[in-house]
């Protein structure tokens, strides 16, 4: 088949996106027609630096036909592998070129062409060790330490930057792939340790409509050039497989005060019968906005990582459980919903004393803050099993969480974990399929 790029945009300007995305539920950030683009205000593009690094050619015959990009990301510093798509001002949203989000319906995926020579040294090894990365920049729009006050300077995010690592199968040598991720394949979040992110990095916003920014990158740094081709990256709209009600909820929670439930529920909004499992993870440690202070005032990244260790914080699996309406736990047994139906549940959080910790004085490059150890974010991810792969999918093979690699310590209060049987863990979740997403933030007194 061959891919008709009439109605998707490249270059065209804010209006021209929302238009294309209102008569197909997709927002093409970058394609290769017109060249390879500069970001600019009104329209997002590539680093000036990273067009360099950009030839643009045409393919002819197969199923791709038209003009692509391969990018020659070349060994050294992070800069030198990677490609930045973005606006020039950075208080942009992809999804709107404004700092106004989107209303729903919103985006809830990426994707995007990729291609490797049949030479790469960018394929998986027989351990799997990721080579790639889609790394993502989001902000909350209240938050004006981001682009500073002229849109130009400041920090790059809201401490919201996740991370996809990925390697390719050797089978798909020279062969285009469509890549779809979904929050599920970002299972990393920067400064949160060994918890599965998702939506997580995101908290009350939604991930792929709050994107401002995003890295492609070689995680390789072996001398020489890396040939990688990309094209129609887009931002698309996939009707879920899953939703939680609600998707957000932050509470604040006594210490010393056990158990505490949030109500929820987890809807089938499709119109066949499914069956849904879960993963449920939690990170213990200084609050995101504690975080974001350090990220803004000191403008470096070391300084939300300094307030971390301070802190003691860490993330595993054993703090958070989900019960039925009967009170009984759900653990590694599926739940089936009709179609169109609800399953009505708890999720439960094990509170415990000692993980408030006392406050602590964090000095970072003549900054001082003070931080305590004092919320508990918990991220929870239902899929269906049984929904179809997408095509090519089965050739990337994401990184999984290390929520449960148990070989990390328990963190303060957290119970003993067990690590999920096969089929529940971490690398188990399809990159591709939007399912629920619940995130809670417990603030502890």
């Given at each position: 088949m061959i891919l008709s790029r009439a109605w998707l945009w490249g270059g065209m300007g804010v209006l021209g996106a929302m238009a294309a995305y209102a008569a197909e539920p997709r927002i093409l950030l970058a394609g290769f027609e017109h060249g390879a683009l500069v970001?600019?205000?009104?329209?997002?593009?590539?680093?000036?630096?990273?067009?360099?690094?950009?030839?643009?050619?045409?393919?002819?015959?197969?199923?791709?036909q038209g003009r692509f990009g391969r990018?020659?990301?070349?060994?050294?510093?992070?800069?030198?592998?990677?490609?930045?798509?973005?606006?020039?001002?950075?208080?942009r949203f992809l999804t709107t070129g404004t700092s106004v989000l989107p209303e729903p319906p919103v985006p809830n995926a990426m994707v995007f062409r990729l291609r490797l020579p049949r030479d790469s040294r960018l394929f998986c090894g027989p351990e799997g060790r990721p080579t790639l990365g889609v790394w993502t920049y989001h902000f909350d729009p209240s938050d004006l330490s981001v682009g500073g006050a002229n849109g130009t300077s400041g920090t790059t995010d809201s401490m919201?930057?996740?991370y996809a690592n990925f390697c390719v199968e050797p089978e798909a040598a020279s062969r285009w792939i469509?890549?779809?991720?979904?929050?599920?394949?970002?299972?990393?979040?920067?400064?949160?340790?060994?918890w599965f992110a998702a939506r997580g990095v995101t908290g009350r916003l939604p991930f792929v409509a709050s994107l401002r920014e995003i890295q492609f990158l070689v995680l390789r740094t072996e001398s020489g050039l890396y040939p990688v081709d990309l094209d129609e990256i887009s931002l698309v709209r996939r009707e879920p497989a899953a939703r939680f009600e609600p998707e957000y909820e932050e509470k604040v929670a006594w210490a010393n005060a056990g158990d505490v439930a949030v109500p929820i529920k987890l809807v089938n909004p499709t119109n066949r019968d499914r069956r849904y499992?879960?993963?449920?993870?939690?990170?213990?440690?200084?609050?995101?906005?504690?975080?974001?202070?350090?990220?803004?005032?000191?403008?470096?990244?070391?300084?939300?990582?300094?307030?971390?260790?301070?802190?003691?914080a860490n993330g595993g699996l054993s703090a958070a459980f989900l019960t039925d309406e009967n009170g009984r736990s759900v653990r590694?047994?599926?739940?089936?919903?009709?179609?169109?139906?609800?399953?009505?549940?708890?999720?439960?959080?094990?509170?415990?004393?000692?993980?408030?910790?006392?406050?602590?004085?964090?000095?970072?490059?003549?900054?001082?803050?003070t931080a305590r150890r004092d919320t508990l974010t918990t991220s929870v991810i239902a899929w269906d099993p049984d929904e179809p792969r997408g095509a090519g999918m089965g050739w990337i093979r994401v990184a999984p969480s290390n929520a449960d690699d148990a070989s990390?310590?328990?963190?303060?209060?957290f119970p003993l974990p067990e690590r999920p049987p096969q089929g529940w863990r971490s690398g188990d979740v399809p990159p591709e399929q939007v399912g629920a997403y619940l995130v809670t933030e417990l603030t502890l007194r």
């Open positions: 970001s600019g205000n009104q329209s997002p593009g590539w680093r000036v630096e990273d067009v360099r690094k950009i030839a643009v050619l045409t393919e002819e015959g197969g199923d791709l990018f020659f990301f070349a060994a050294g510093g992070v800069s030198e592998r990677s490609a930045y798509l973005r606006y020039r001002l950075r208080r919201m930057h996740g469509e890549v779809v991720f979904a929050p599920s394949a970002f299972r990393q979040q920067r400064d949160y340790y060994h499992r879960f993963f449920v993870s939690s990170e213990l440690g200084a609050s995101r906005q504690v975080l974001n202070r350090a990220l803004a005032e000191a403008d470096s990244i070391g300084a939300p990582t300094a307030v971390q260790k301070a802190v003691g590694h047994r599926e739940i089936e919903i009709g179609a169109g139906g609800e399953w009505r549940g708890t999720l439960v959080h094990r509170i415990r004393p000692e993980m408030l910790g006392q406050p602590v004085t964090v000095r970072y490059r003549g900054h001082i803050w990390h310590p328990v963190p303060m209060g």
